[in-house]
Every structure is written in C-alpha cells, then in structure tokens.
C-alpha cells in the first residue's frame, strides 16, 4: 500500500477526530469528515467536510460512497448504513458487528460474561417497572447502578441508586443493572489490534473523577499498581480486543475493586480520552496506533519515554456561551505542559473545551505542575 | 490575549507552512496560506487556502487585508507588499526590514560585519566581468565561492570556481564572492525571540550533505561538538537574532572550520530544515516555539528528550512523475522512526518529499536505524 492511497472517512469530527486528524496529516492521509456540527474541532483541518447527522442511515451512506475505508470516532452512528457500506466493499474499522456489542451496554456486558472477561455483576430489564418488581420481590438488592443501555455518554445515562424512595428517578427504558462495586481504583488500558492480528497495550493509566461532573478530571500514567496488576490490566485489555476480532484502538476501562479484582466496566473501540496523554509522552501516539492498525500497518512501540498527567479542561461551572480561557500564558510557560484546545465555539458547564498533557521526569514532577495546570487552567464564557 | 484571536496568515504553503499548521491546530489557531500550487502540502490543512504568488505585491496585498498577523514560511516573497501591510497595521513577523537584509546574500554579509558576526571573508560583485577582472588584476585569488546575492536556494545559487578556466560559468548577476574556507563541519542553531524579546536557543546540530545535489542527507542532534563549542555557537546564534532584532524563530547556519573557527554561512527567518527533529526530539518544536514567538507568548523549553537524526526524504536520481514511496512499513516497524509525508503531487530528483525523525536512547542507537532508513526509505515515480 502506498501513502498516498491512503484515505480515511471518519464519522464525527469532534476533538478524537481532530487528533486523528492531527496524526493523519503527518503521512499526508486526507481525511473526510461527517458531522452534524460545521464549527465541530476537527472541521477545520479536515480535507473535506460533510455537513450532516452520523446517525442518520442515508446521510451516511451517501458519505460513505466511494469511500475506500472508513472509520469512527463516537459509536453513536448509524452501524445499519456501515453494515451495508461493509456489504459494498468499504473497509470498515471497527467493524460494524463489534459497534453494535458496544453501543448496547447490555450486549457488552453479555460479551464480557461469554468470554469469561471479568465484570460487574448484572441484569438486563427493560423499563422502570420491571426493575421495582424485582426490588420489592427481593430479587434485586440495593444499592445498585443502572445504566442506560444506549445512547448515553460522557457519564450521562448512568445513576446509583442507594434507597428504595429513589426507585422513581430509574430510567423507564432498557438497562443494565450492575451491582454497586466498591472502587479502590479506575483504570484504562488502550490496546491496539491491526488487520493481521498484530496487538499491542499501552500502559495502564488510572483515572480521577471529577464528582460532581462524573467526568475524568486528570488520568496518570503509568497508574500506581503493582507489577503483576499492570500486566493483568494489559493481559485482560488484550483478551478483550482478541475477543472482539476488532481491528483499531480500544480503551478498556477497569475498576480494581476493594477486594483487589479487576473488572471490565466499558468498552471504547476507538481513541479514547484516557489515551490523549499518549501523543507526547509515548513512542506512538494513540491516534498513530489507530491508523496504523486499520490500514495493516505495523502497530508502534507503546513505550512512554516520560510519566504523564492529562488534564481535561473543562466548561467552568454556569459557563455558557463563547470561550474565555484563562491562564493560558502561565501554563505555557511552564516547560513539559502540552495544551490542547478543541476550537468549539460554545463553552458549557463541565464540557469537554481542551486538555492539556503535563509531562515530568518523575510522575511527582508532573503532577506538582498538573496541580497547578488545574488551577491555572479555566474556561468561562 | 485570547486563543481564538491568534489567526495567522502564512505566505507559503510547502512543508515549513504544513507543519507550522500542524503546530497551530494544537491550539486551534486559523491558518490561512497563500501559494501558487493548489496542492501544496499545506493546502489541505489550512483553514482558508488563496490561490496566488506570494512574490507578486498585489496578490501579496489581497491576500494580507484584514488579517491581523502575517508570517511566512520562505523568504523569497514580496518584501514591499509586507512593508505596505505593516504601515496598514498588521502585525508582520519576521518583520520586512529583516527579510529584506536576510534576502539579499550581500546585505546579510555586510550585516555580519557591521555586528562583529564572524563570517567568511567576502566582496561584493555586480557582474561577471567585474570578478574576471579582480582575478586578472591579481586581487581575488582563486578558489573561492560565488553566491548569488538574491533568488538561489536548497543549494541552488552558489558554486565553487576553483580554476581560471572555470570562470566561464560564472554568474552574471550580482553576487557575494568568499573565500573557500576548508570546513570541519556543518552546523546549525535554531534561535526564537518573541515580541518582548525574550530569546531561546536550541542545541546546535550538525549536517551531514550530500555532495552531489548540495542538500542537507541527514543531521545530527545534539552535533559531537566540546561543551565550549556547544556554548560558542548557542551564544553566536543569539547574538544574531538579537542583531537583527527580529521575532520569531531564525536557523543560524555556520560552519566550524579546519583552524576551529566559527563562522556564520546563512540565515534563514523561520522554521527550518534543520529544525524538523525537535518536533520529537524536544519539549517544544520549533514551530511551536515560532508560533510563541510572534504571538507574543512565552517561549517554550528548547531541551532535547532524546538525540535525533534526521534524514530528508529525496526523490531518487531520475525519477519523475507521480511519487513512488518504498520501504514505508519497513521503517515504521522501527521503534522511534517517526515518518512525514509532504503530499507532493510530484517527485524529481533531490527534491525533498518527507523526512524521517529517529530518535535513540543514545546518538549512537539512533544513527544506526538512520542508517537502515536511509537504505531503506525510497521515492521513485
């Protein structure tokens, strides 16, 4: 395969589809986009732009015509008009089968129970009422957390509910109710899986929770872990991917629970968030191991040459309308911090505006500076 | 000020451009490129793209209007034009009074001089005969070199005139004629200085030619100089950019000669070939740094992370038409070759269609897979 064959369709263009974007341009792979949003982050560096609904099955099959390989940055699309683009010969990764385990919260979690991946506890109902009748039959116990079987994100579609006096605020449609697990940490793994079966895991990164957002606030890497449970994370993220046939980057988000298990939570089959600190702290950056992997590249070393800190930057809280940012200038002059900034036009409450990745030569190093990046670092309107 | 204010508008859209934009989509800052090739590598990730010549003054005029903040990615542009913007207030950096000294190969000497620069001996020529004449008369002794005072680059502009017999093909335009000085090595040192003239240097690196199409083959980062030569040519690089007063980044070419003097060949007022490896190797590209620079910014840490050595990727002797890249996957399979595509349409012999970054734990590590890339790495039509 030469460079230059080499096209991408993405569906979405937001701040994963810039980054790919980003990493693309360096072997000069032209990349089309399809986004509902025509001021979306990755618009502006796309090679062409299609403005239109990726969940919608027509708008994507016309964008997906002609288009010799395809690929995804959110799951939400239309996998319906990517299995039929599949059928015309389009190289679709992830493929279609593997979107539908995943957007269904329900399949996945029935994959991760099929292939002996260790998870949560769960049951699958499908409204509101079933689930008060499984409470009040004492076949059900609280606490518990119920999560939407589709169409949440981002923390959104997810709640715990702790008294029976709660059961009112369930979630009328299908879900899957997972028992509430005591949580010593939580952790991702990406890993990697090209055309010819080639894989490869980054290391593991442990994430802290902003928790009145339930949005990552900063993610460290490597994460505090013993060596045994950095290579069962590793082992575990790859059982997984083997287990999907899946070919790109998938993030394999773990909770280590107080009784010392890991547990599989949530799959995402593409570039993932946890994995932004990648472009500078590893050999390969996350976005280069994607596109390596769906094009039958050989996959990158994963290898990180510094310890990061990635920190979201985040909508102040009652931010709405267009972005301020503050303390920009502060945080560039200190050596090692990476900013990141999306270019969306609207700042809201906790939403996603930029990050920014802290490196050190001692993870402590970079935390130190991480806290003040934190502090430093705001979006208003 | 505030991230979304930074646009920019680049005369140029070659691989300088390209990579400048990949440095300012970090940022989400609004490129906007002007060149006379509709598919320069830059074009596809610019934000706005103008179709035109940047060294006629009424494109050059056009294209400026309304822009707050100009730059370039070559100097061979219409220096009036942005003399006429700058009076109209937009902000020009490198300024045009820089870019007129450092165009003009006479006027950069005269400028060494006048600043206590040390440099080649040299004169001033504004003919053919006139140099003829000097050597009949016994005061210009031969060997020596011929630059074209305005229009060479990448080698081109400048020969060597050894033997009487040879003066035949001289140029016949106006020209510098220096001494040949019997080099040591080659060197490079990439400054910046931003708008309140705060400056930085990067460690000097050594180029390694090829002899026949006169274009840099690979360099060397840190270049295998003692510690108070490293000093000396960091500290004559910063004399120079604070001499010119200039804002931005300036590659400062010198050469070490055999008596182990340090002279300064050329300048050149942007991102530089020389400069391509501290997109891996060092905390802050010289992009990014240029970027800093002119926005007024903080300039960024210039410390290396690993050596490097760069090799340009050549078109191969003889080839032309649609490019050919050979041993792609071969030097991706290499842990820390880091591969850049251009996206020209088409390949002629030593043009420069991509470069590869490898770094190594050691120089020596890293010279090793060079070599294996530059055996293996291969543009043909």
């Known amino acids: 395969m030469q460079p230059r064959d080499l096209e991408l369709g993405i ?67 239309s996998t319906e008009a990517l299995h039929e683009l599949q059928a015309q010969g389009a190289i679709v990764h992830p493929a279609p089968d593997v979107l539908d385990i995943i957007k269904d919260k329900g399949a996945q979690k029935q994959f991760f129970k099929e292939h002996n991946l260790p998870t949560a506890t769960f049951r699958l109902f499908d409204s509101r009422s079933e689930i008060e009748g499984a409470v009040r039959s004492g076949k059900l116990k609280l ?3 119920q999560k939407l079987r589709t169409g949440g994100y981002d923390g959104r579609g997810v709640q715990i509910v702790r008294k029976t006096a709660n059961l009112g605020a369930l979630f009328d449609e299908p879900s ?3 028992e509430l697990v005591p ?7 990406i890993v990697a899986r090209n055309t010819h079966g080639e894989v490869a895991a980054y ?16 993610l460290v890497c490597p994460a505090s872990l013993d060596e045994a449970m950095h290579r069962l994370a590793e082992v575990t993220a790859l059982k997984t991917i083997k287990a999907l046939n899946m070919v790109g980057v998938l993030a394999v988000e773990m909770f280590l629970d107080d ?24 050999i390969t950056s996350q976005y280069e191991q994607h596109l390596r992997a769906i094009f039958g590249l050989p996959l990158g070393s994963t290898a990180m040459h510094s310890p990061a800190v990635m920190v979201n930057l985040l909508g102040a809280e009652g931010a709405s309308g ?40 001692t993870l402590d ?17």
């Open 176 to 178: 899957v109710i997972e």
């Open 143 to 145: 606490p518990f957390v």
């Open 203 to 218: 290391p593991a990164v442990e994430m802290v929770f902003n928790p009145r957002a339930n949005l990552v606030e900063y």
């Open 183 to 189: 949580i010593q940490k939580e952790l991702s793994v």
């Open 11 to 77: 569906l979405g263009g937001g701040q994963l589809g810039k980054m790919l974007i980003q990493a693309a341009s360096r072997w000069h792979m032209r990349c089309h986009v399809l986004d509902p949003a025509a001021d979306c982050p990755a618009a502006d560096i796309a090679s062409t732009f299609t403005h239109g609904t990726f969940r919608d099955y027509e708008t994507v099959l016309r964008f997906g015509e002609g288009k010799r390989q395809i690929t995804i940055e959110i799951e939400d699309v």
């Open 259 to 282: 009784a010392g298990d890991l547990l599989v939570n949530e799959l995402a089959p593409r570039p993932h968030n946890s994995g932004h600190h990648t472009i500078e702290s590893c």
């Open 322 to 361: 267009s972005p301020v940012y503050h303390g920009w200038n502060e945080c560039l002059r200190k050596p090692g911090v990476y900013l990141h900034l999306y270019g969306k036009q609207e700042v809201r409450p906790f939403r996603k505006m930029g990050h920014a990745t802290i490196l050190g030569s």
């Open 365 to 381: 190093e970079a935390l130190e500076k991480a806290k003040f990046v934190q502090y430093t670092l705001k979006v208003t309107a």
